[in-house]
């Protein structure tokens, strides 16, 4: 499945109606660890057909940033019923990205 782009105008639909966990990279195009994480976001949404995966441009939704409270970037959350059930900050590996996901 390709990587969706996440505003405040799909949220809703695509993150808090989504019938599937949604694993939500908030990003910025100007952040150095945003773009080494960018490929393996990208990876794990090729091979998990089972969840949606999503990017989030914090210069570009700015709204949606705050209602989160993204402070450092990269961040992950991962949602399950429009709920947010795991996050981190920072650039991850991979496996640790994985272990995050139901």
Request: aromatic share 6%; charged share 25%; proline share 7%.
């Amino acid at each position: 499945m390709s990587v969706l782009t996440i505003t405040k105008e799909n949220f809703h639909r695509e993150v808090e109606e989504s019938d599937k966990p949604v694993l939500l990279d908030f990003w910025a195009g100007w952040c150095g660890p945003c773009q080494m994480m960018g490929p393996v976001v990208d990876e794990i949404a090729g091979e998990r057909p089972d969840i949606k995966v999503g990017k989030v441009d914090v210069t570009e939704q700015q709204e949606l940033a705050a209602a989160f409270r993204i402070m450092s970037i990269p961040a992950l959350m991962v949602f399950q019923n429009g709920k947010v059930v795991r996050q981190t900050v920072g650039a991850r590996p991979k496996d640790q990205i994985l272990a995050m996901l139901p």
